[in-house]
């Protein structure tokens, strides 16, 4: 039976890089290009983010399956505060979508943001990734005004949810 782990890596961390790699592929198929949103690696360096894989340890070793990575973004208000983080890059591998990883790492990231002081979860993604909407909405985040590289953009959707103390 396997297990799945959470793992804090660096960006260029290998396995973080070859699931990037993937997201972007993805977006490109449901969008026509990668998403071009300006990172410095530094922004996921703590106390300021982190970035994370999911593993699944099975017989035959572990399995990188799922990335995800939060940043501050003082400068985006939401739901009253400005002491808010930024979900990034979260994506499941399509052969471990379905066993729960996504919220899970979900849940990890809201964790650690707010260990780090964030009040708020805020996050962009876009109208073409509807089970990524679905997923957010489940667990309690609410629409909210663009910001980001892409708050002019008409498939972009932008969320928060108040993270719980």
């Known amino acids: 039976m396997s297990q799945t782990r959470i793992e804090r890596v660096a960006y260029d961390h ?7 790699a993937e997201v972007q592929l993805e977006y490109a198929r449901r ?8 990172l ?24 990188p399956v799922a990335t995800g990575a939060w940043r501050r ?8 505060s400005t002491r808010t983080a930024e979900i990034k890059r979260m994506y499941v591998r399509p052969g471990a979508q ?15 943001a707010r260990d780090a002081g964030a009040e708020v979860m805020v996050l962009e993604t876009g109208d ?5 909407i679905a997923l957010y909405t489940s667990t309690g985040y609410t629409s909210i005004p663009g910001f980001g590289h892409y708050r002019d953009a008409p498939e ?10």
């Open 40 to 63: 410095d690696p530094s922004v996921f360096d703590p106390p300021r983010g982190s970035f994370y894989v999911a593993y699944l340890d099975g017989l035959d070793g572990a399995e």
């Open 156 to 165: 972009n959707r932008c969320f928060a949810v108040r993270l719980q103390v």
């Open 14 to 20: 290998a396995d973080a890089v070859r699931l990037i």
């Open 31 to 38: 969008y026509g290009s990668s998403d071009d949103t300006p």
């Open 128 to 132: 073409q990734q509807p089970e990524a």
């Open 98 to 112: 379905r066993r729960g990883i996504a919220r899970r790492m979900l849940a990890h990231l809201e964790a650690t």
């Open 73 to 80: 973004r003082d400068d985006v208000h939401a739901l009253g």
